[in-house]
Structure formats: structure tokens, C-alpha cells
């Protein structure tokens, strides 16, 4: 029986939290675990997927004692500081039909549209105070290069009888964002954006009232496996029948998973509110947008006329050793505000008032996986969310409440399920010193294609290297 060790946790300060969570001031609500204690199912992780699985054990199950252990405070990780935007799986048909098959990539998708759905009644009933504007999600081209990018899973949409996305013109785009830096594109009309922060704290709430444990600032520092794992913290320990790691990029710490995952960093600025200037230039409602380069931007506005402008940088780390660095970068966000001021000169006057970063877990073909421990049938994981998890971790959940029960359902069966038939990636140092050389290679070539300039042979063939 090996122990299986976890990587210590890099809470941010609270200087390097992300607006979302400077904003509403989120922290610890619930006391770290001590002592001994029991459950029926462990869930290491208080975000997005950890809470999500949360909910559906207790909704099928409710008289399962499920206790989730938080290394920090629920949605202090990717959960609280990505860029809000909430889009289905469509924008994703066409990957996931070559992994999981037509059927499971059609159900899939359905679901994270019925998720948006689930989001906007929980909060039009008030359980959750989420900021959700279903305004629409832009996936747009702003050079020749980008042109096209959605036309797969456009078009497997469209053979499959599902109108999702519709066509947008340059005019369409300026009078919805404010920009002609975008010229063409496609938008999902039942998509947009949520205060992430809000989101994660409200479902924290939702699985107290429900009767779930929540330990927060219990990091768990190693889990010793068995017919009742027991997960120790620094202050107890948890013994559980089942356990569930929903710790998205500190997963890569554990061996048998490490070879199918990879960090990488994206970084996040937020402008001071500027409502003015953006009703001047026709920016006014809650639509999420992103652009179609590699190291995609991504961007809204808030109620309050604050704008938040992402953008994927590809940093990475030896051996994903996740540290300081994942949570503010060095240089004040210089790169995203470079971008932010070719799309929105307008905005050139307006400071930025808060820059963040945080790790993203990722698989070579950028769709989760779950599954269970080869050796231990009882330790579940999900992991590799790339970045998209706003509407895709309530249909994780369900996927993980029915291996963690024991269902043999659609959702036990589906194509996620299963790590054997994932790519694996190089061993270290190979893995380090090829990310670095093909995220420059991206960078070149994402720079040079903005400019509708043509990348040399060299940038191309090392940029498609990439997973």
C-alpha cells in the first residue's frame, strides 16, 4: 500500500487574489478539519468540480456523509480567478466526437446546455447570487489566420440538428463589443458571463444548507490508501469509503496521472470601472468573447463598467512544480494590457487596477478525464478542465457521482471515463524543454499573424507541435 503524497498548496496572498475575489472580499467560512473524522465520500477540492460533485452525491444519495476537504477557501483556485465566461461544449463538438464518438460528444454537449440552464434557475430563485448574464459567448477572428477556426464544430452542429451558433458579421461584432478589432465570427446566444467568485461562494453555501462537510484551510498532505483511505491534514484525520480528487492542477503531483496532464498559466487584468467610456463606444452588455489564436483571448465586461481582459500565456514549470509564479505574474500584466489596448485603444486613459494569474490543468487533447486509481478502486479523480469549467463541472459532477456510486448509467459509460486511451506526454526534462520552445514559437507566431503576416516554416512546424 504506497501513501500517496500531495503537493503543498501556494494560497495566494490576499494582494494577488483576483478582482472576482478582492471584490466581494471572499475567505474562509468554515473551520479547518481537526482531530479524527469519518465520512462515506472525501472530496479533496472546494472549487467548481469539487463542490459540483458535492451536490449530486447528495441529490441521488442523500443519505451519503459527504466531507470536502479545501486546501485554502472554496473557490480560492481556478474557480475564482478565471475570466467568467460561460459557453457549452458545441464550441468543443468536434474534439470530443473524435475521442468519445458522435452519441457521448451529442449528450455532453446537451448537457452543459441544460447547465446554463440549471445555473440561470438557481439564480432566478435566488439559491445562488452568481452576476449570471446569459448575453451570449463571441468566438471571433481578428486576422486572417483566425478565420474559420469555429467551422468544425459549427458544421458537425448544424448535421446533428442543433442550431447553437450563429453567424456574425464585423457590424454584428462592433455594436456588440465596441471593437472592430474582430471582424468575423459565430455566437451562442444562451451563453455569456458570471462573477466566478460569487459563483463558487454560493455553492459553498448551497452544500452547507444540503448537509455537507466543508473543511477550508485543511490542505491534505498525504492520503494513505485502503478499504478506508485515510487523508491527513495538518490539523486531523479524514477516514472515508470513497475519495474524490477535484484538485484540478495539483494533480499532476500524483505519478500514475502526471503523464496525462500539464500546467500552464493564464493571466487575467481588470481595468477600474469605466462605464462611461464603454456606453461611448457601444460596449453595454454581459457577452463573453474570445478571439482565435492559440493563447486565446478572452474578455467581458462587468455590471459595473469594469473590464477584464484574459489571455492564456503558456508558462510553465520543471516537472509542474506549481509556485508563487502561478499566482501574479512579474510584469504587471504588460503582455494582456499590450492586448487589451490594440482591441480597446479607447481604453488607453483607463488604469488597471488589479492583474492575477492561476494554473490551468490541461490533457493533450484539452477534455477531462475521470476515472478511478489504477490500484484503488475506492480514489476517483477528474481533472484536465483547460480552462472551460463554468458550465462543464455540473455535468463532471454528475460523471463522478455515478462512478463514486457505482452506477452503471450514460454517464458511468461515457467517453471521458477512462485515462488508457489519453496521450501521453514526454518525461521531464523533454516535457520542460520543449513547452518552452513551443511557446515561443506560438508567440511568434500569434504576434506576427495579428499583423496578418505570414509566420516562417520554422514558427509554424514547432507551434504545431503543441498538444
Not at 141 to 149: I, L, R
Not at 219 to 232: F, K, S
Not at 288 to 299: G, K, M, P, T
Not at 406 to 413: F, H, I, L, Y
Request: aromatic share 6%.
Amino acid at each position: 500500500m504506497n501513501t500517496i503524497t500531495m503537493r503543498p498548496p501556494v494560497a495566494a496572498a490576499k494582494a494577488d487574489r483576483s478582482y472576482w475575489l478582492r471584490s466581494i472580499e471572499a475567505d474562509a467560512a468554515t473551520p479547518p478539519l481537526q482531530g479524527t473524522a469519518d465520512c462515506d465520500v472525501a472530496i479533496v477540492g472546494g472549487g467548481y468540480a469539487g463542490l459540483w460533485t458535492a451536490l449530486r452525491i447528495k441529490e441521488q444519495s442523500p443519505e451519503t456523509r459527504v466531507t470536502v476537504l479545501e486546501a485554502d477557501f472554496c473557490g480560492s483556485g481556478a474557480s475564482g480567478r478565471n475570466g467568467g465566461q460561460v459557453h457549452s461544449w458545441f464550441a468543443e463538438i468536434d474534439m470530443l466526437r473524435a475521442l468519445v464518438g458522435e452519441d457521448d460528444a451529442l449528450m455532453l454537449c446537451r448537457a452543459t446546455a441544460d447547465a446554463i440552464e440549471e445555473l440561470n434557475g438557481l439564480q432566478a430563485s435566488g439559491a445562488v447570487d452568481m452576476g449570471l448574464r446569459l448575453d451570449g459567448w463571441l468566438w471571433t477572428a481578428s486576422s486572417t489566420a483566425q478565420e474559420g477556426a469555429w467551422a468544425a464544430a459549427r458544421d458537425i452542429c448544424l448535421a446533428l440538428g442543433e442550431e447553437r451558433f450563429q453567424p456574425l458579421q464585423r457590424a454584428d461584432i462592433l455594436r456588440r463589443t465596441g471593437s472592430d478589432a474582430s471582424y468575423v465570427g459565430i455566437v451562442e446566444e444562451r451563453a455569456g458571463t458570471v462573477q466566478p467568485a460569487k459563483l463558487a461562494i454560493g455553492l459553498r453555501q448551497l452544500a452547507i444548507e444540503r448537509g455537507i462537510a466543508i473543511h477550508e484551510r485543511s490542505p491534505v498532505v498525504e492520503i494513505a490508501p485502503g478499504l478506508r483511505p485515510q487523508l491527513r491534514t495538518s490539523g486531523g484525520v479524514l477516514s472515508a469509503g470513497k475519495v474524490v480528487l477535484a484538485a484540478n492542477a495539483w494533480l499532476s503531483a500524483i505519478p500514475e496521472l502526471h503523464p496525462y496532464l500539464y500546467v500552464v498559466s493564464s493571466q487575467v487584468v481588470a481595468t477600474a470601472p469605466a462605464p462611461d467610456v464603454l456606453e461611448r463606444i457601444g460596449w453595454t452588455d454581459g457577452a463573453s468573447i474570445c478571439d482565435a489564436q492559440h493563447h486565446v483571448l478572452y474578455y467581458q465586461r462587468t455590471s459595473e463598467g469594469t473590464v477584464i481582459f484574459g489571455r492564456g500565456t503558456g508558462g510553465i514549470a520543471y516537472g509542474d512544480r506549481i509556485d508563487d509564479r502561478f499566482n501574479r505574474g512579474g510584469d504587471g500584466g504588460a503582455d494582456n494590457i499590450r492586448e487589451l489596448h490594440r482591441v480597446y485603444p479607447q481604453l488607453k486613459d483607463v488604469p488597471v487596477l488589479c492583474d492575477w494569474s492561476g494554473p490551468i490543468d490541461c490533457t493533450a487533447e484539452h477534455l477531462p478525464v475521470f476515472g478511478h486509481l489504477k490500484d484503488h478502486p475506492n480514489i476517483f479523480y477528474a481533472m484536465g478542465f483547460n480552462g472551460t469549467g463554468i458550465a462543464q463541472t455540473p455535468v463532471a459532477g454528475r460523471i463522478m457521482t455515478s462512478l463514486v456510486l457505482g452506477r452503471d448509467d450514460a454517464w458511468s459509460r461515457c467517453g471521458l471515463v477512462g485515462i488508457g486511451k489519453r496521450t501521453r506526454l514526454p518525461p521531464e526534462p523533454l516535457r520542460y524543454i520543449g513547452a518552452r520552445v513551443v511557446r515561443r514559437a506560438i508567440r511568434r507566431k500569434n504576434d506576427l499573424e495579428i499583423l496578418n503576416r505570414k509566420p516562417d516554416a520554422v514558427t509554424r512546424f514547432l507551434a504545431g507541435l503543441a498538444p
